[in-house]
Every structure is written in C-alpha cells, then in structure tokens.
C-alpha cells in the first residue's frame, strides 16, 4: 500500500472548501465554501457534511463536506500566522466558533459526546 503525503493549502481560493474544528470539549467539523475573494476579506457559505464512518450511533466518526450550501453567504477578514514550515497560513476567525481555514482534504474527526 502506498502513503500519500497531503499538502495542505495555506491560502483561500474562490470554490475551495474550508473548516472549522469547532467546540470546546466536542469535536465539531463545520465545512464552508469560499465564494468570493479580495485580499483583504474572502466570503464563506456552510455546506453540509456527512459522516464517512461512526460508531453505529453517529456520535463519534469523520465527516466530509456535501456541496449542498445552508445557511446565508458571510464575510470574514483574512489573517495571517506562520506555520511549522515557517510559512504563512491564511486564516480568519468565526466568533464563538473558531479558527477556518483551507481544508486539506482529509475527513475531519467528530465526537458529540459531551
């Protein structure tokens, strides 16, 4: 079997899908699409996510995004930190929520057990 590195995007892109891991003692993977970009402020709408795998009560697994959108079209401003490469990660912050940023592609874990 052959490991495949995933190279995570560290930049927005109009039609590419984003997360958040959102939650404080929960894991809550919310998936958003970035609609519109400028460099200063890109526009994001949630999509819907599915469980790929859980365990037989759908309270703990992975969930990928479905391009259905929900929700109304909303407006962030773009941040920048460094990543462990020592370069620069794009970012912005959804209050009460969390961090979003590019999704790597990989199926986010989920656990709403309290």
Known sequence: MER????????????????CNGGCT???????????????????IELE??????DGYG???????VDIQ????????VKNWKNSCNEFQEFVYQRDWGIIEPWDGLAKYYNCLD
Not at 4 to 19: A, D, L, M, R, W
Not at 26 to 44: A, D, G, S
Not at 70 to 77: C, L, M, N, S
């Open 59 to 65: 309270q703990v697994g992975h969930k990928i995004p």
């Open 4 to 19: 495949k590195i995933v190279q995570k995007p560290n930049k927005f892109e109009v039609g590419q899908i984003t997360f």
């Open 26 to 44: 929960m894991q809550l993977p919310t998936f958003y699409k970035v609609v519109k970009r400028t460099e200063k402020t890109v526009w994001l």
């Open 49 to 54: 996510s599915q469980l790929v795998e859980h």
């Open 70 to 77: 929900k929700g109304a079209v909303f407006y962030r401003r």
